[in-house]
């Protein structure tokens, strides 16, 4: 089974193209996109990549779409393209969170990713009422990081949000990996791929877990 991945929520994107052999995706290929092209780049790119190896859309088994948390545009970018791909050719998708890409890219289980305004997207272990610890993503400042447990190892890959860790949790170690990319997200999505969990194309939204400015600000009243 042939698959395509895309990312286009953080800085720089990427698309790329694998095949599942056995449960496990081998990556095939992949190409960068400059961050704030995604809207015109990513579609080329795609074509690119499949014409490259030979592949046509109809055989692509699962789309890989990397749904969040990240810039708001370049989630919708991401997830308008992968839906479109999919209900077009009648393609299976299946979304992945990028801190969970983040997480399994440096095998640890807690990450962090820059959200601006002096926030970070965070994944963290939580203990849950059964007693078993449960995974949880949400958006978080010095303020809320201070009510948690500092962890003891945290997964990073830009400087924003290791700053902003280091000042609310001094003892944890920090590790620095390379940003999550498209094809990373093929081998984190491989075993569901494999399982044949996919999601409901027509329900799938973006992972924001935050606001965008037009639900924040788009009640306020301004006075002159």
């Not at 290791?162 to 990996?177: F, H, I, M, N, T």
């Amino acid at each position: 089974m042939y698959l395509l991945g895309i990312d286009t929520c953080g800085p720089s994107g990427s698309a790329a193209v694998g095949r599942l052999v056995a449960g496990v995706a081998e990556v095939i290929g992949q190409k960068e996109l400059a961050g704030r092209t995604y809207s015109s780049s990513l579609i080329p790119a795609i074509e690119e990549l499949l014409g490259g190896q030979g592949i046509r859309l109809s055989e692509i088994g699962c789309i890989v779409v990397v749904y969040g948390p990240g810039s708001f545009t370049g989630v919708r970018v991401g997830l308008s393209a992968a839906k479109g791909l999919a209900e077009g050719a009648g393609i299976p998708v299946n979304p992945v969170s990028r801190l969970e890409v983040l997480s399994a890219k440096a095998r640890i289980p807690v990450s962090a990713l820059d959200a601006h305004r002096h926030e970070v997207f965070l994944r963290i272990v939580e203990p849950r009422a059964t007693g078993a610890p449960g995974i949880r993503e949400l958006l978080a400042g010095v303020e809320d990081l201070a009510r948690f447990n500092p962890p003891s190892r945290i997964a990073v890959c830009d400087h924003p949000a290791a700053d902003l860790l280091q000042r609310a949790w001094p003892g944890a170690q920090l590790l620095q990996v390379d940003p999550p990319t498209a094809a990373d997200a093929l081998v984190v999505a491989a075993p569901a791929i494999a399982g044949a969990h996919f999601a409901d194309v027509a329900l799938l939204d973006g992972h924001y877990l935050r606001r965008s400015d037009a639900e924040i600000f788009g009640n306020v009243v301004v006075k002159s």
